[in-house]
Every structure is written in structure tokens, then in C-alpha cells.
């Protein structure tokens, strides 16, 4: 079984159990996800959350950005998704891993990671997620 990241912003936790049902349907191993954090909880879990997270990237066989619209911005990509994007990439490149890349949707220009994401689209480093996804 492939095992699978899910990025993204951990505020759209309507879309995140719609991925993590999507890819469990496919018989994925889901390693990690974003996951809400509470306020009062904020500092002294942040970062296990962090290490965590990072280390699944390390050990993941498809990393997967769902760069859902937010903020009225479509294909919406935070800074901690564009570090965690970045990552793989480097992890790719550097580490020789062989972890496929998905995002899913192109960001809007808005994005100030746009420029960086077109370019490893263009190299073929990450690829648009291509599949079949029902309304959600």
C-alpha cells in the first residue's frame, strides 16, 4: 500500500475529511494531516505537531496539497504549505526520494508562491492531481 501525506490549511477541516476519505477509499496508508489546534493547547503542541508532520514527509510515498480555495483566493497556499511542499521537493532533489508530488489545483497569481510552484509544475518536479473526484 502507498502511504500518503495530506497538506493544507488545517482551518478546512470539511475538505480534509473529504481527502481523508478519498484516499482511504483507495487503500492509502494516511501517515498525516493537517489537524486543528487549539488556542489554549497552541504552544505546547505546535511543535510535536510540527516534528511529526515532518518526519511522515520523510517516510511518505505521495505528498498530496490540497490548495482548496480559501479566503476567497482559489488555489490557495499558505506558508506552511509551501514549507511543507517545498520540503519534498528538496527532499526529491537532494535525498533522492522518489515522493510523488500532487497539488491540487494551480494557485491563483495572488498566491506569493505562485511563481516558485509554476516553475516546479513546469519542471515536472509536482504535478496537478489529475484524478476523477466527485463534488464535495
Known amino acids: ?23 482511504k477509499n483507495k487503500d492509502y496508508v494516511i501517515l498525516d494531516y493537517p489537524k486543528l489546534i487549539h488556542q489554549d493547547n497552541y504552544v505546547v503542541e505546535l511543535p510535536t505537531v510540527y516534528r511529526d508532520f515532518y518526519t511522515a ?3 511518505t510515498d505521495v505528498f498530496f496539497l490540497m490548495n482548496e480555495e480559501k479566503n476567497g483566493i482559489k488555489g490557495y ?14 527532499l526529491n532533489l ?3 526520494k522518489n515522493i510523488e ?7 491563483s497569481e495572488e498566491v ?3 511563481d516558485e510552484v509554476k516553475f516546479w509544475l513546469d519542471m ?11 463534488d464535495y
Open 101 to 107: 508530488i500532487f497539488i491540487l489545483n494551480m494557485p
Open 77 to 90: 497556499i499558505g506558508a506552511s504549505a509551501i514549507a511543507e511542499l517545498t520540503y519534498v521537493v528538496i
Open 124 to 134: 515536472g518536479w509536482i504535478k496537478l492531481y489529475q484524478e476523477e473526484v466527485n
Open 94 to 96: 537532494i535525498h533522492h
Open 1 to 23: 500500500m502507498k502511504k500518503v501525506v495530506i497538506s493544507g490549511s488545517s482551518k478546512l477541516q470539511n475538505k480534509v475529511n473529504y481527502w481523508l476519505e478519498h484516499f
Open 57 to 59: 514527509l520523510e517516510n
Open 112 to 114: 506569493s508562491s505562485y
